[in-house]
């Protein structure tokens, strides 16, 4: 514990301090040894407890740290004791903000925390597609294709690939993130194009963005870097893939939500365009009754390496964690000193 002097603490503390960790299966515990106050640290058992049982670990505590553990209104409106939400992620839209701003509730985020391990996974999945790699182990490995065959070049979606240096990019999202892929990008030799917001008119585009629908028309690959909000959900539906380039791959690193899991399949199967891969779904975890699980796992789409899942992984990386970690602990350490840190909303 520091030697921090009372006068400096937030007024109206409580003499122990109650943690609660929502979901720590993610990665291991901040240290929080430099709480200026006692205070107790508890993890929510997994598997999690029944909705009877769950309020009875949730009243007591003082601050909850969540990553991707769901805090409605009607959750968090059966806690008083609750003063503060630390976000151990970006992402906060699965807390109900507008109830904790009403209710004196504040709540922080970790800005920035998985940057390069998200565009990286990003560009991944970007080269698995292009390259086919999922259909084409699929198809080397059931050992007859290839040997009737002669050839399985012809199961390169898309047509003949011109390379990076072919390769038109839209970035939707011009935060951090979405700069981080466009850097990435650049160095492999691929021409940007930053998307100006949906329903902007194309004289009022911001310099430097190109307009909404001329990214979908002429991009061969698009990347999805923005938050999930009540003006981007189902931001990318039938409407929008009916407009993209038949080579086009549609990468989403951001959030589920953004586009409508149900039109992307069937944009898939008539091949309106040629590849999609997500690390986000509208729910989470993504269990067998998922739209796009379902679809990877039968019919058309399911060794056709043209859908490619992976399980909300993309921020899994040593600097993440340890950035996580760090500023989740400082998050809370300032909220007890009455610094404003981090704070979101």
Known sequence: MSTQTPQTLRANLPQTLHILRLDPIHCPAPDFTSLPIPYTYTELPIPRPSESDLITYLKPAHILITTRFFLPSSLLS????????????????????????????????????NIEAVSEHGLTLYMALRRNVVGMHERTRDGREWK?????????????????????????????????????????????????RKGVPENETRPNYTPFTTVLQTSTVIFLCLPLTPSTQNLIASPELSTMRPDILLINIARGGIVNEEDLIEALKQGKIAGAATDVYVEEPAGENNALVRAAREGHLRDSGRLILSPHVAWYGRSSVEKLRRVVAENVRGWCVGEEGNIVG
């Open 148 to 196: 009737e065959k002669g050839s399985l070049t012809g199961y390169f979606y898309g047509g003949l690939m011109a390379g990076f240096k072919g390769e038109v990019v839209g970035i939707v999202g011009g935060g951090e993130l979405g700069n981080r892929v466009a850097t990435l990008c650049r160095a492999l030799g691929m021409t940007i194009q930053f998307c100006e």
């Open 78 to 113: 059966q806690l008083p004791n609750l003063k503060h939400v630390a976000v151990l992620a970006i992402g906060t839209d699965h807390v109900d903000l507008v109830y904790c701003a009403e209710n004196g509730i504040s709540v922080s985020n970790v800005p920035a925390a």
